[in-house]
Nanobody, 123 residues
């Protein structure tokens, strides 16, 4: 069974870059047939799919976040990462990494989830 764990700073200053890492066990980030994605939940709001990296290394992002978002993977560490640039307080949320056995372009398509990590954007 796939297990995921997020890590990264809990506090980021406005205009800076948010960087999170997801450590995977139970499968390989480079051979898993599904997608590895990032989803977030701002306070008082619903889940928001941010993007996904798939088997061939291609990435797909929510259009409104595409210009600020990058997802990559590290085969040696069996990790995948999220970078979100030029953050504002509106980017404050619980961030989840997750694995989808199929698709992965909607938050409800994900089968395995990390426990989530709180990121606050504040000066």
């Amino acid at each position: 069974q796939v297990q995921l764990r997020e890590s990264g700073p809990g506090l980021v200053k406005p205009s800076q870059m948010l960087s999170l890492t997801c450590t995977v066990s139970g499968d390989s980030v480079t051979t898993y047939s599904g997608g590895w994605g990032w989803i977030r939940q701002p306070p008082g709001k619903g889940l928001e799919w941010m993007g996904v990296i798939v088997l061939d290394g291609n990435t797909f992002y929510k259009p409104s976040l595409k210009s600020r978002t990058a997802i990559s993977r590290d085969a040696a560490k069996n990790q995948f990462s999220l970078q979100l640039s030029s953050v504002t307080p509106e980017d404050t949320a619980v961030y989840y990494c997750a694995a989808a056995e199929g698709g992965g372009s909607r938050w409800y398509e994900y089968d395995y989830w990390g426990q989530g990590t709180q990121v606050t954007v504040s000066s």
